[in-house]
């Protein structure tokens, strides 16, 4: 089992900067795929960006401001988010899994999910 716990969501103002957090706990996280999806109100949940390894991919809404990054040594998955739209607005969850070779974009692909931490953009 996979523990992940999300923090640093905010309220903020377009084109300021935030960084979540994704702390998990009950396995170690460095040899898994990690990723950020997003869930705005009335919409799916939405791929942002995923990491193995050296892979990372990101979705081309927030290539370019966003950044994933991973601490082994803390067991924690990071988002840096700069330059930050109103469109960014929703509930962003951290996941995981212990398959291999899934696809790194799809929800399907992860077991695990964190409760969320809310990000509001203000214009």
């Known amino acids: 089992q996979v523990q992940l716990v999300e923090t640093g969501g905010g309220s903020v103002q377009a084109g300021r900067s935030l960084r979540l957090s994704c702390a998990a706990s009950?396995?170690?996280?460095?040899?898994?795929?990690m990723a950020w999806f997003r869930q705005a109100p009335g919409k799916e949940r939405e791929f942002v960006a995923a990491?193995?390894?050296?892979?990372?991919n990101y979705a081309d809404s927030v290539r370019g401001r966003f950044t994933i990054s991973r601490d082994n040594a803390k067991n924690t998955l990071y988002l840096q988010m700069d330059k930050l739209k109103p469109d960014d607005t929703a509930a962003y969850h951290c996941a995981t899994t212990t398959r291999v070779g899934v696809p790194l974009g799809t929800a399907s692909s992860y077991a695990y999910w964190g409760q969320g931490t809310q990000v509001t953009v203000s214009a």
């Open positions: 990491q193995i390894g050296g892979v990372t």
């Open positions: 009950g396995r170690t996280i460095y040899i898994h795929p």
